[in-house]
């Protein structure tokens, strides 16, 4: 076998081979292709959601990661140049068609997370759905989704980075020092380190910021501080936040 965990870097006989040696959890991540600042291409969220996937499927054992969902829910990045949103039920489907095609060929746990805020909302109406769908199928659907989830994720993604000494003073986050940050690791030829760049800080109305749209309230499209961000945070704020979603994933499945 390759080592690695991606399903889209496997043949079919080698995902054949893995279904026979007991792989049946497969890691689904939503992401997006939209605006991040000045400074970050408009994949930050798929390359950030490939890299934390990655690593939860990993830690999990005897896990996949499928292909990365992008473009995901942006409409509040839209007036913003070279976004790409899709309709809510369009994402809703990906989703459900991801598990509708990889659940016959054996895999039994499917872990929906989500790098980007967007899609969080959507995420749980998905796992919803399958889990009424399949609830008479020996088939397990984890979710971390909804917008308590996306409040923790963040929580968890700002506590490291204040840990290395960048604390910011935000509510949300968007292309600031933890994104920012994993892009130095993950893609530090795609950092334009000259356009680094404060956004809006403090208290902020997350519905209003989706009902607005960031355009409207931050000018420059961040959230928080990019002028913090480090490879150190970078890579701190990954493994952070993996070992938290793999922590729930197994709490979840343990609970059954």
């Known amino acids: ?58 830690k999990l054992g005897r896990a996949l990661l499928a292909p990365v969902i992008r473009p995901g829910c942006s409409d509040h990045h839209l007036a913003f140049p070279g976004s790409l949103s899709l309709p809510r039920e369009t994402f809703i489907q990906t989703v459900i068609a991801y598990v509708r095609s990889l659940a016959p060929h054996g895999f039994r746990t499917f872990v929906l997370l989500s790098s980007h805020g967007g899609n969080f909302d959507a995420l749980e109406e998905a796992a919803r759905r399958l889990r009424e769908e399949l609830a008479r199928q020996d088939v ?31 509510d949300a986050i968007h292309a600031e020092a933890t994104e920012t940050s994993i892009m130095m690791v993950r893609h530090p030829d795609l950092v334009a380190a000259d356009r680094l760049e404060r956004g809006l800080t403090g208290r902020i109305d997350t519905n209003e910021l989706f009902r607005r749209g960031l355009r409207a309230m931050t000018p420059n499209g961040i959230l928080g501080d990019a002028t913090l961000a480090t490879p150190e945070i970078g890579a701190a704020v ?19």
């Not at 076998?1 to 081979?17: A, F, G, I, Y």
């Not at 991540?29 to 798929?46: F, I, K, R, W, Y």
């Not at 990954?238 to 059954?256: K, S």
């Open 140 to 170: 397990r659907i984890v979710a971390y989704a909804g917008r308590s989830a996306l409040a923790e994720m963040m929580r968890v993604m700002v506590a490291a980075a204040a840990s290395l000494g960048a604390a910011q003073d935000v």
């Open 238 to 256: 990954l493994e952070r936040l993996a070992d938290h979603l793999a922590a729930f994933v197994r709490r979840e499945l343990e609970a059954g």
């Open 1 to 58: 076998m390759k080592d690695t965990v991606l399903l889209e870097e496997l043949s079919w006989p080698e995902v054949q081979r893995a279904l026979d040696a007991g792989v049946r959890t497969i890691v689904i991540v939503a992401a997006s292709v939209e605006q991040h600042g000045p400074h970050l291409p408009t994949m930050t969220d798929a390359a950030i959601g490939l890299a934390v996937g990655e690593r939860v499927a990993r």
